[in-house]
């Protein structure tokens, strides 16, 4: 996997515990159970425990903390609710995990703005709820019910990005501590600005590898007034990403629209006793006025009868939607029961939407002549999908086999001018395929960069290939 | 004004043109006029020339160029069409003023991706006309028909940023040739990405100092079916501003929504012969089908009645359109009758929209007080606004009184959330602004990217305050 432990600073890191233990007494927390839940992953990528965990409780807390760590050269990891895929949150240099968990406060939310300022311990469930009588929401929305530090720093998106954005286009500004002990304050809560280089988005999908942020100032949306939901089985995925392709350039404003393959719609119709055709899906969402969602599905489904979509529904009623996206909703618990013990392991390659359909069906072809059982699900606006491999991790060498498959799928999308992650971040796993997308151009550049903002390595060491 | 010539390295920038000239012959360009047209800003700040100009034709020649400067650390200028306001192409310390009207060309338009491959000098009008046939439009819209490098470099944006983003969100992916010569590939073609640090928003917005741009890939927006324009008149900027926040907190999928206060309504009068009632203005724009966005503009017509609009108009006819939008489109040259003779100098303070009306009366109370004559037009749905001070340009005593204002307006945006500068960036003269909006930490880390980015400072010195 392309994941080692690196040259430890052992009598750094004795040092900085020593220190920290001191000033924090027994909030710094050392039982192996909780460092081993701090240094795992989400995927099979091996457990990497920090040498102790601490929950910072304010900026100045965490200033302190990266000052303490900075002076003995003691690796600092922040820490979200550890539902990164790629490794972020292992600790192959050790060092002190900083949990966020205790900083979760809501610090402001500004109606007329539009805006929230948010500690970044908060997660996008809870802020949603806490938003719940404004009228407004927070669109982002991972898979994980994640903290929005965690979804800061890997850039995340989810279903609603064809709209929305990613948490690039959502967060306004944020505050970071630099390995100096430093607090920067990236941007003002305007919501634009040509003000200086853009360290927002410079500090949005780092990866806790130049700065831990602190506060973040998020975009809100308002509540559509009325949402409608369509779904259409196509004969072929490249009949469904052609109606994409025609949905979005018609300009009709989808919120959320998601394919299924084949597999993966056996899968639900066993799952949660469906009787879909067993082809591939799309599932749309529109948000807007109530006449503007109507006519926005109906002209859609006149675009998918185009394309050959057969058994097109749509409907604004919320308990009908959700019985229409009960097949997407479902789609990952479905999946795994399509072979009972393995575990998922995700690709997430995103490609330019005219190359999707090629990609889905040249993933599809190679897994099925691998042998592997792995169902597709896609964020087809985007041109993003994840192939959800069940493997039996018990079995080194279907992980070795899985291993080549998804780095023979993100160089297929990078030859087809895409990217090996749309939204799960590089981490430990793809800093080689990150050089092979980007040229050594790119990689001399992120590199000079952290050099100059870290220049110890202290932050996040060995995640995304820059030290 | 704070703009100084800069220490010239003598010796180097003679080494420099005698190499440029060997290799490029006639090409290399140092005629007197050539050369002020080249560091002309079209603000008050002074024209410092470069010592010559050349017009690259390939990303080799950049590459080419760049290392001939860097290796005699002469400073290297990127130039666009010249329109920038805050005297980005001066050349404080001398140096090579690369002019992009050579390249070009349109490399390639992707329709089914709605994305398009260009070189640095097409600009926008171009890309445009380009586009016609295809269903699509880039939709940010300076004033000026200004190169898409320059955009990019500037960060720029226009009316219709609060529906369609800033090049920020516009630009995907880009290409630029670094101080040692390499050439950076930011992104790949991909909608979107978690692939390592963002340095296409990085290179966005940096102003030459990063690196020269040499390609760009732009997200295309497909032109709407139907357009619907609406104005209302306001008895006051606070209602104006009312309606402004209600309806982008409704949803109202506004493409442009613009404010112009009541001076500048009777100058349009005059200029135009129209009769609209001198109370601020605001103009609207809806982006959709037929039905959308006569529904839309409905609905701004009770928003607008509820906050004590009058004269509410709207239309879909694209003749009557025009006519509607008339005040808006002749304001600037409308403005500059005001006071014949006067140079408009902008200023371009963005705040919390929820600020907006504070902010705008603020300064028409000041501008009056202070006896300037300077009507004001804002992109109003971002809370971004211009007041055009109008200046008797030999009157020192004057521009001294205008700088005192735009400095007093610049803090007040600053203290209220918000920024020296929404769209036109920091140059020059906005350098000590950016220090007070962001602090020490975020000008620390730009510097810290400055020097390991640029390290001998050849790259368009001088600018945003970094060296």
């Known amino acids: 996997m392309g994941i080692h432990d690196l040259p430890r600073n052992e009598s750094g890191i004795a040092t ?42 304010s900026t100045e807390e965490v200033q302190e903390i990266v000052r303490i760590c900075a002076a003995h050269r003691a690796p600092v990891i922040p820490f979200g609710t550890g539902t990164s895929l790629e490794g972020h949150v292992n600790a192959p240099a050790g060092g002190i995990s900083l949990d966020f968990k205790e900083m979760n406060a809501i610090l402001a939310v500004h109606p007329e703005d539009m805006d929230a300022v948010i500690q970044p311990g908060v997660t996008r469930k809870a802020l949603n709820t806490h938003l719940r009588d404004t009228g407004l929401f927070f669109p982002v ?20 990005a064809v709209r929305y954005g990613t948490m690039k ?33 410079l500090m949005v999908g780092s990866e806790g590898t130049l700065g831990i942020i602190t506060e ?9 007034e009325a949402i409608s ?32 393959d084949a597999l993966q719609v056996r ?26 969602v109507t006519e926005q599905a109906d002209v859609f489904g006149g675009i998918a009868a185009e394309m ?34 393995a575990k ?20 599809q072809a190679r897994l099925a002549a691998d042998g592997f059982i792995a169902p597709i699900v896609g964020h087809v606006g985007d041109g993003n999908f994840h192939s959800l491999l069940l493997i039996d991790m018990e079995n080194p060498a279907e992980i070795a086999r899985a291993e080549e498959f998804i780095g023979w799928l993100n160089d297929l999308a990078i030859s087809m001018g895409g990217t090996c992650t749309g939204e799960h971040g590089i981490g430990q796993g793809k800093a080689k395929y990150l050089e092979r997308e980007l040229g050594p151009g790119a990689m001399e550049m992120m590199r000079a960069i952290k050099r100059a903002v870290d220049p110890l390595n202290i932050l996040n060491p060995g995640k995304m290939g820059l030290g």
Chains 1, 2 share one sequence.
């Open 216 to 224: 973040l100032t998020l975009r809100l949306q308002g509540i559509p």
């Open 308 to 341: 050959g979509g057969s058994g097109f529904t749509f409907t604004t009623r919320e308990e009908d939607r959700t019985k229409l996206w009960q097949a997407r909703h479902d789609a990952y618990w479905a999946a795994l029961t399509l072979r009972p013990g």
């Open 141 to 160: 929305d991972p898979g994980a019910d994640a903290s929005l530090g965690g979804m800061a720093a890997t850039s995340a998106s989810g279903t609603n």
């Open 16 to 57: 900085a515990l020593d220190v920290l233990r001191q000033r924090f007494g027994a909030r710094l927390e050392t039982g192996q159970a909780l460092r081993a839940q701090h240094g795992h992953t989400t995927t099979w990528l091996a457990t990497q425990a920090p040498d102790a965990v601490i929950c910072p409780q």
């Open 169 to 201: 286009d959502n967060v306004l500004a944020l505050k970071a501590v630099l390995p100096s002990g430093e607090l920067v304050q990236t941007a003002s809560r305007a919501r634009k600005t040509s003000a200086g280089y853009d360290l927002t988005r």
């Open 267 to 292: 899968a639900v119709n066993t799952y949660s006793k469906l009787d879909l055709p067993e082809t591939p899906l799309l599932l749309l969402e529109f948000h807007g006025t109530e006449a503007a």
């Open 229 to 260: 939901a369509a779904t259409c089985s196509f004969p072929s995925v490249e009949a469904a990403c052609n109606a994409v392709i025609l949905t979005i350039q018609y300009g009709l404003p989808v919120a959320r629209i998601e394919l299924l």
């Open 344 to 363: 998922g392991i995700s690709t997430d390659v995103c490609v330019p939407v005219s190359r999707l359909a090629e990609c889905v069906s040249a993933a």
